[in-house]
């Protein structure tokens, strides 16, 4: 009976504090930034430079390996840094471009937790092994790619 009543006091409580939509606005996201091309359906160029966003490409680019071996990559080479490694703990958000060569270019931490993590994170993504590139109707093209990289 107890069990009942916490059940039916949750779903009350979920269905009064829930968020609802005003009439007129929508819940699709807006839009991305030009730079980024979310959509394949624009003609390929051979000396197309734009980048692309993983979801409007045919083949998204692979480390070798796999992902899995990416991370081991990266926890193999990244250095957590001596100024306070017991308080350093947390998610350092990275982005960069996968290029058509499958080398990465234009690393940038969105999110960063201090003591030098961000700087360690761009020191091992640069150190980075090429990637088997992304690929949009047979062509290789670039990418924008986000990763968390967790520090523990």
């Known amino acids: 009976m107890k069990k009942l009543l916490i059940v039916i006091v949750i779903c009350f409580f979920q269905n009064v504090f829930s968020q609802t939509i005003?009439?007129?606005?929508?819940?699709?996201k807006t839009e991305a930034p030009a730079e980024y091309v979310p959509s394949n359906t624009?003609?390929?160029?051979?000396?197309?430079d734009q980048v692309y966003n993983t979801?409007?490409?045919d083949v998204i680019p692979?480390?070798?390996g796999g992902m899995n071996e990416f991370y081991?990559?990266?926890s193999k080479n990244y250095i957590v840094p001596k100024e306070k490694p017991f308080f350093v703990k947390?998610?350092?958000h990275a982005t960069f471009v996968i290029e058509k060569d499958g080398s990465l270019n234009e690393?940038?931490?969105s999110k960063d937790i201090g003591f030098g993590t961000g700087n360690e994170a761009i020191r091992v993504l640069q150190l980075c092994p090429k990637w088997s590139p992304a690929k949009l109707k047979?062509?290789?093209?670039r990418v924008f790619y986000a990763i968390p990289i967790v520090i523990n």
């Open 22 to 28: 005003p009439k007129g606005k929508s819940t699709q």
């Open 42 to 48: 624009q003609a390929v160029n051979e000396d197309d």
């Open 55 to 57: 979801s409007g490409v």
């Open 62 to 64: 692979q480390f070798p």
């Open 72 to 74: 081991k990559f990266i």
């Open 90 to 92: 947390g998610k350092v």
């Open 107 to 109: 690393a940038k931490i």
């Open 138 to 141: 047979g062509k290789e093209v």
